[in-house]
């Protein structure tokens, strides 16, 4: 749903114009007066710049009849090394169902600016890669969830996330090296596990997701690594069979019932959100202290390991 409904939208945040309320006093009289203040407002350059810009954008934007916007903002803005001058600003925007009151969902993405244009994405023209696929937005401390810390501390110097899929081929042969890392380096690292279900690929990934949840929720310890230690590609839908092969080889006894628990479907749900939130595609993907990752292989260096 999120990729078809970016496909009709043209991004774009809005910055509220404010007013200023200047209270003068003499001796006999209280005389006060408004004042507003847009452009006297002393906004920098960049200010004033991203004001025009959303102002521009937004009269751009197109939804269909199933949403309407509710508010639109610029969460992050980074200076793009291949482009002096132009600049990539990671957008949020939150639309409102129409046909489900009060139910709101947050959308991402990119546009670019140098000031005075705005263009979607730079292709090169030589191996004809997007620049737009590149560039991400660096991490928050929001991120850094207790309840996502499998290994290490959160006074660990190095802060690692990792947003994977146990079905992923990958997933399968990096993630067993970075959990074996992290576990034996507690000192140097803490990792944060997120679950990132490729479903149009991967059919069984969201079942054994579920379980796994129910596993962490039940306190089982180091879930993730004994699951990667296994090989859940059954190629189907069916969740009856994904349970039986699960709790086979993790020795469990995981439930449909389990798995539909409203407190584990919502574990998923915010996984895959705080995933669109990073717009994220693919698996596996570490940021390391708030940066991409792109080698997958710094947790190396922070170990010492060659």
Known sequence: MMTQLMSKLLITTALLSSTTALIAKDNNTTKTQTKTVHDSLKLTKEQKHQK????????????????????????QSKDV???????????DIDLALVKQKGK?????????????????????????????????????DSFYRKDHLIYGSSKSPNKIVVFSDPI?????GYLPKLLKAAKENPDKIALYYYHFPL???????PTVIKAAIVLEDRGVKDVMQKIYSHKF????TD?????????????TNVTLKDIHDKKVTDKYDEDIKMADKMMISGTPTVYVNGKKDFSRAKYKEIIGEK
Not at 117 to 140: E, G, Q, Y
Not at 168 to 172: R, T
Not at 233 to 236: A, G
């Open 168 to 172: 992923c081929p990958f997933c399968q």
């Open 52 to 75: 025009r810009l959303l102002e521009y954008v937004k009269k751009a934007i197109s939804v269909n009849k199933n949403y309407h916007l509710k508010g639109i903002r610029i969460r």
């Open 104 to 140: 709101v969902i947050t959308v991402h993405d990119k546009i670019f600016s140098n000031g005075k244009f705005i263009v979607r994405d730079f292709i090169n023209i030589i191996n004809r890669s997007s620049l737009k696929d590149k560039l991400v937005p660096d991490m928050d």
């Open 199 to 205: 479903i149009m690929l991967h059919k069984e990934a």
């Open 239 to 251: 969740e009856k069979k994904i349970l039986a092969e699960f709790n086979k080889k993790m020795k």
């Open 233 to 236: 590609n059954i190629d189907t």
């Open 81 to 91: 090394a291949q482009l002096p001058n132009w600049k990539v600003y990671f957008l």
